[in-house]
């Protein structure tokens, strides 16, 4: 099946630090991707839709200057957590979509201290 | 968007089939649903799809009632890996098969040895 990276798996920063994940299709082309967060205990909570070529539209209550994303290439997204905060800490997943499937990527573990 | 409703929690033993039920009473006539599942700490994989026959792949069967209102996701001889959080999801959009994938708080299922 389709496949999905992301990178790096795990990210430990320091409060005010911006930090980038890379999600990225290994081997299909994906016109939209999706970026979502999980707490701990909790399900996974959608904060953006991404489309090759133009701006991302985000979920209501993310702040879209605070999580930036480029989907600059039909195989590769990147969220980037600008001025992260211990509560940006978190778990967050990608995903890309393909003929009617969402393929999601490892996630990657986001700490804040 | 049609939303779902899926019990908490399940426990089975180990080598039985698991039955995992879903209500989508508000479902319209062209929307799929798609399950997916959570292994703890990895990202989301994709299970089955369907839209009013049932299906079956080398994971698991989707049975749909014939009102479209509920279906059941069987995992036909579960294993101890197969412990995850399922999900049961009707993707919100007009388009449906090309619109986003929005989790629930999905059913745990524990299996026993």
């Known amino acids: 099946g389709a496949v999905v990276s992301q990178h790096p798996s795990w990210v430990i920063c320091k409060s005010g630090t911006s930090v980038k994940i890379e999600c990225r299709s290994l081997?299909?082309?994906?016109?939209?991707m999706f970026w979502y967060r999980q707490f701990p205990k909790q399900s996974l909570m959608l904060m953006a839709t991404?489309?090759?070529?133009?701006?991302?539209?985000?979920e209501q209550g993310v702040e879209k200057d605070k999580f930036l994303i480029n989907h600059a290439s039909l195989t590769l997204s990147t969220l980037t957590v600008t001025s992260a905060h211990p509560e940006d800490s978190s778990f967050y997943i990608c995903?890309?979509?393909?003929?009617?499937?969402?393929?999601f990527g490892p996630g990657t573990r986001l700490t804040v201290t | 968007d049609a939303k779902t409703t899926q019990p908490t929690s399940m426990d089975c033993a180990e080598g039985r089939a698991a039955n995992l039920p879903c209500n989508h009473s508000?479902?319209?006539?062209?929307?799929?649903v798609y399950w997916y599942r959570q292994i703890h700490s990895q990202g989301p994989q994709y299970i089955i799809h369907?839209?009013?026959n049932n299906e079956t792949n080398e994971m698991a069967s989707l049975i749909i009632t014939e009102d479209r209102k509920s279906s059941t996701l069987i995992l036909p001889h579960a294993t101890l890996r197969d412990t995850a959080v399922y999900y049961c999801i009707v993707p919100s959009g007009p388009g449906n098969r090309d619109d986003k994938i929005i989790f629930g708080k999905g059913t745990r299922l524990h299996i026993l040895p």
């Open positions: 081997d299909f082309q994906a016109t939209t």
């Open positions: 995903s890309a979509r393909v003929l009617a499937q969402q393929y």
């Open positions: 369907g839209l009013k």
């Open positions: 508000t479902i319209s006539g062209n929307e799929y």
């Open positions: 991404s489309n090759e070529g133009s701006k991302a539209t985000y």
